[in-house]
């Protein structure tokens, strides 16, 4: 008789036993979809956490109009950077950063010049000059470490490399005095040495006007290179708190839709077989009846974190539980309690949200057209993690099949030994 009871799949094909009507050909999927809910982790952490300090220096060389006509040498400046930083994540982090002290070349005219001229370089008749001026650049970068976007946060890493790129508002300090916007790019990579300290190695280019240096000449825009040294400093480093962000995918699979559509169809064509049995004397209306309970006695239904809509997914499971909970005795009573997860939004918000969860599913089992009566609603706020250690399943609605005011606990629906 036990394997009886596994043809009762079908048992919602046993209207007719309880006074209600056949469950005929149902054809409810609307959509050539299904929702999927996929989701992944950032690390967060509060405001005055993971604060970065760094200064280093190096040597650049500026880009003018006729500094190619100077000795690499003698066109290479020290320059110092200094920097604050604040990281929102092990991903993206905001920079302001001082860059400057001198910067050396050639020049045509008399600006930024002590006229020493540079033997051997004549230029449409006129004698180019050393050129030798003092800027700062102040600029403020986004930066992003690939290496946690690639492979993932880690605090212990020794090596992590990041790009940037930003504005910035550059000043030549003696007349002539100039002021600029900049542009600077860059490839800035740390080396953990503690907690709290990394050393740095820091590439930039900056583009500024062609006047900046005070000659204008062929070039479009001039620039600054540079490759700086040095040390920076944490501030409250690491990622205590971590979210869990949820995004909602459509996967078409219309082959998966016909078998839910197949399985459900599959539910009437067990009427004969059950009724067969019934008649042979193999089996008795209070076995499918236990069979049923069992197959009813609890729903579970998902949602996305912050919401209170179905997915199409769980609609698909809502429908087929409404017509095994028509199907059930008339004095059946089955509780919906919604539930929220509480590592995430106020005990206010996770109560609302429990609340419109279990709602949600109430009107939807309503519109499918089972009894009010049958059904009651309660809801628990924000809870632990109910299922897997996992809080995506906390963000849920349980329905269970109520018996004498407790839940209805079947025992193993086949022998284990089977």
Known sequence: ?????????????????????????????????????????????????????????????????????????????????????????????????????????????????????????????????????????????????????????????????????????????????????????????????????????????MMVNDRFSGDTGGRFEEGILSVSVGLSYWLKPGWSQSKTYYKTKTVYDQAQIAELNRKINDMTQEKAILEAAVAQGTATRGDIRETLKRMVSANFINFVINKTTLTDESKINLKMFAQLIKMSDPTDHFEIVGYADKATGTPEINERLSRGRAEAVYNFLIKEGVDPSKLSIDYKGGVGNMFYNDPRFSRCTITRLIEDGVPYEPEYLFDPEE
């Open 1 to 205: 008789m036990k394997k009886l009871i596994l043809a009762a799949l079908g048992a919602a094909a046993l209207a007719p036993a309880y006074g209600q009507e056949t469950l005929g050909a149902v054809e409810f999927i609307e959509s050539d979809s299904v929702a999927i809910n996929d989701y992944h982790r950032v690390e967060t952490n509060g405001f005055w956490h993971n604060w970065n300090f760094g200064v280093a220096a190096g040597p650049e060389i500026y880009f003018g109009d006729h500094n190619k006509q100077v000795p690499f040498k003698d066109r290479l400046s020290p320059a110092l950077d200094v920097y604050v930083a604040k990281w929102f994540s092990p991903s993206i982090g905001l920079r302001l950063e001082y860059s400057g002290l001198y910067v050396r070349g050639a020049t045509q005219n008399d600006y930024h010049t002590n006229g020493e001229p540079i033997n051997g370089k004549p230029w449409d008749g006129y004698w180019l000059k050393k050129q030798k001026f003092s800027y700062y650049n102040l600029h403020l970068d986004a930066i992003l470490n690939l290496t946690n976007i690639i492979g993932g946060y880690k605090p212990n890493r020794f090596w992590n490399t990041n790009i940037y790129f930003g504005v910035g508002w550059a000043r030549v300090w003696h007349y002539p005095q100039a002021s600029e916007v900049t542009l600077n790019v860059g490839w800035l990579n740390t080396f953990r040495l503690n907690k709290h300290f990394d050393a740095i190695v820091d590439v930039r280019g």
